[in-house]
């Protein structure tokens, strides 16, 4: 691997000091068709953020888990949205991507409570709350962040193209090594099975790479949990010590940095990571990881809740949007907004907040 200068404004390297500016009307964001395939285009539209709300609504925002940076910029972009706007926000998490049932129990009792006014949802699985979600939309709105779901009884998502995530990464791969020639190994860590993200992201990887000399040895599958994935990826290198690169998800990428330091491998065997976090800037800032798209997890929490309150005060709204997918290396980090991606390295996963306890 080669190293890479640590050379970088201040500015930037301040952004984690404080939090991110309010998000420019001037921002470009997707506008999808809630009934198109996922790998079609979307339309391009300046991101407007919501006026203030005419009604302190209450949102239930139920979380997969809040264990990962991933989740935790959500939360702050909700929360600051939240705060901006003068609503309240109250939010559970299950606790990792196995944990259906807890999501399901979550989601009902966010359901019942008649104080609620609409329920933000980022699943653990597809399909596997659509008869939960049926009984509380006929009540109250159930709009969808970041994870994409069956859209039965769903009001509203928020999201990007996790196709375009994982074909990013393998774009990025395949110029590396462009033509013909000897195959290039990598290791394939997707992220958890029956997640509803992952096998977007795994069919975008492969289409991408379908053809070149990228190929991959083998394909781990497991939670996005810090130690889960350093056991995937212990477990992958001793199988094959011939992979050159280490591909998948944040959580594995973050892992992998110290296993392969460890094992003395930093200089042979490379990261891409599928999605964006702060160990993941920081790795690629230090040279760690080479590279990774972001889907603005930040921006994507302020959109959940400028859809829900624009929802529930009549206003007009797109059913389905999402921040613009772009890869990240170290030479991208001097031009995109990291307050879109990032939350402020002070901020602490924040579980309730309350327009009154600002007065």
């Known amino acids: 691997m080669r190293r890479i200068?640590?050379?970088?404004?201040?500015?930037?390297?301040?952004?984690?000091?404080?939090?991110?500016?309010?998000?420019?009307?001037?921002?470009?964001?997707?506008?999808?068709?809630?009934?198109?395939?996922?790998?079609?285009?979307?339309?391009?539209?300046?991101?407007?953020?919501?006026?203030?709300?005419?009604?302190?609504?209450?949102?239930?925002?139920?979380?997969?888990?809040?264990?990962?940076?991933?989740?935790?910029?959500?939360?702050?972009?909700?929360m600051d949205e939240a705060r901006r706007l003068g609503v309240e926000v109250r939010l559970v998490e299950a606790g990792g991507y196995p944990n259906l049932e807890i999501q399901r129990e979550q989601l009902k009792a966010c359901g019942a409570d008649p104080a609620v006014d609409a329920v933000i949802l980022g699943t653990v699985s597809y399909d596997g709350l659509t008869d939960v979600i049926g009984e509380i939309a006929r009540r109250i709105p159930v709009l969808a962040t970041v994870n994409d779901i069956a859209s039965e009884g769903i009001s509203a998502k928020v999201g990007v193209s996790w196709y375009e995530m994982g074909r990013l990464a393998g774009e990025y791969l395949v110029r590396r090594h462009p033509g013909h020639g000897e195959e290039v190994p990598i290791a394939w860590f997707p992220g958890p099975q029956g997640a509803g993200w992952v096998p977007f992201v795994d069919r975008g990887f492969r289409d991408a790479i379908a053809g070149s000399r990228i190929a991959i040895r083998t394909t781990a599958w497991g939670d996005t949990a810090k130690s889960i994935q350093r056991n995937l990826v212990q477990g992958t290198l001793d199988s094959h010590p011939e992979v050159r690169y280490l591909v998948g998800n944040a959580l594995m990428a973050e892992a992998a940095i110290s296993v392969l330091r460890e094992r003395g491998l930093q200089d042979r065997t490379d990261i891409v990571a599928t999605y964006f976090t702060p160990a993941v800037y920081r790795g690629i800032l230090r040279g760690r990881v080479l590279a990774a798209p972001t889907d603005a997890p930040v921006l994507q929490g302020r959109l959940s809740i400028d859809q829900a309150v624009?929802?529930?005060?009549?206003?007009?709204?797109?059913?389905?949007?999402?921040?613009?997918?772009?890869?990240?290396?170290?030479?991208?980090?001097?031009?995109?907004?990291?307050?879109?991606?990032?939350?402020?390295n002070t901020f602490t996963p924040q579980f309730r907040f309350s327009p009154a306890s600002t007065h």
């Open 310 to 344: 624009d929802l529930l005060e009549g206003r007009p709204f797109a059913r389905h949007v999402g921040p613009r997918v772009q890869i990240v290396d170290h030479a991208a980090l001097k031009r995109i907004e990291l307050g879109d991606s990032l939350p402020p």
């Open 5 to 78: 200068p640590v050379v970088i404004a201040a500015a930037l390297l301040g952004l984690s000091g404080a939090a991110p500016l309010p998000a420019s009307a001037a921002r470009e964001i997707l506008r999808r068709d809630p009934s198109a395939d996922d790998t079609r285009p979307a339309a391009v539209a300046p991101y407007v953020p919501a006026r203030a709300a005419a009604k302190r609504w209450t949102l239930c925002a139920a979380f997969p888990h809040i264990k990962d940076a991933y989740w935790l910029g959500v939360n702050f972009g909700m």
